[in-house]
């Protein structure tokens, strides 16, 4: 495969204050493009599907002279772009890995910049109510042989926050909407809820709630985007039974000012008093063992302040 050529922001913007200038893909998202792009700049975000055919929209043909830019140095954007661009035929493709960090830092101009307005960095202080509405719980439980997934509803919810770090938070799930996903047929869907709400495992009618109380958030530093931020202690209380808990979660603002955290964790559920089928206390189970094990998926997001 061949080298794709790069340009410095030097020789680019000397290239671009000629009549025979290339034409400049700003490849990041849409948003990111109408915050601030180069001057001239066609948008073309290399992480959509579409991407090949938004370029043939705004590109007049596969021999076009084309510059490629991403957010900066270290992103690697504007390298993917052009290396799709070349295997899709395009023949004149420049990869400027400066990008647009690189373009500012040299006193460039940029058109559009601040368009969305400033983006939340950190979560505004207060009480930030959970939206029990678009928040999701997700359980799978296993056993040798096979899995069974399913979702159940919060009550409610809400996360503490002082000088933009959160302090502590709480949410409530209500153990009645136990659902499963995985099985298709109504009859057998239902026979297993009936049993996950049973005294066999969940005992709903007299423990009709769950709650998880969260304490502690310490900050992982080096955390980069995508990957958890926060190592967060606390304890479940499940069954009658209150057990510590600590596990990592990502927590930030989204783009429009809410606050949304994102955790994947395992319990034994066994500390909770969940027995049926467990190997730790049951002999011979053949068929009937089930892992100890229940992996849980948080996604939360907040109600708009």
């Known amino acids: 495969m061949s080298t794709i050529p790069t340009i410095t922001r030097e020789d ?106 400033p983006k939340p960095t950190v979560p505004a202080d207060g009480t930030h109510r959970i939206d029990v509405g678009k928040s999701k719980i997700e359980w799978t439980g296993r056993n040798l042989t096979g899995a069974h997934s399913g979702t159940i509803d919060m009550r409610e919810g809400q996360i503490e926050v002082a000088a933009g770090q959160p302090l502590r938070g709480s949410f409530i799930l209500d153990m009645h909407t136990i659902r499963n996903v995985d099985i298709e047929d109504s009859g057998m869907r239902q026979k297993l809820v009936q049993h996950l709400i049973s005294e066999d495992f969940f005992e709903i009618r007299t423990f009709p709630t769950a709650e998880f109380s969260l304490s502690k958030f310490t900050p992982l530093p080096e955390a980069k985007p995508g990957n958890p931020n926060y190592e967060i202690a606390g304890e479940l209380n499940m069954k009658g039974v209150s057990q510590e808990i600590v596990f990592r979660a990502i927590l930030a603002p989204t783009p429009d000012g809410l606050l949304a955290a994102d955790a994947h964790l395992d319990i034994d559920r066994t500390r909770w008093n969940v027995l049926y089928g467990s190997g730790k206390f049951y002999q011979k189970l053949g068929k009937h063992l089930v892992n100890d094990e229940i992996s849980l998926s948080l996604k939360l997001i907040t109600i708009e302040p």
């Not at 290239?15 to 915050?35: G, N």
């Open 12 to 117: 680019l913007a000397t290239r671009l204050a000629t009549t025979d200038s290339p034409l400049v893909i700003d490849v990041l998202p849409a948003e990111e493009f109408l915050s601030g792009h180069l001057p001239g700049a066609g948008n073309a975000c290399v992480f959509d599907m579409t991407f090949l055919e938004d370029v043939e929209k705004i590109v007049p043909g596969r021999a076009a002279d084309l510059v490629v830019y991403g957010a900066g140095p270290h992103d690697l954007a504007s390298r993917t772009a052009a290396e799709k661009l070349v295997a899709a035929g395009y023949t004149r493709v420049t990869d400027y890995r400066g990008g647009l960090e690189d373009w500012i830092a040299g006193g460039g101009r940029v058109e559009g910049e601040i368009a969305m307005g």
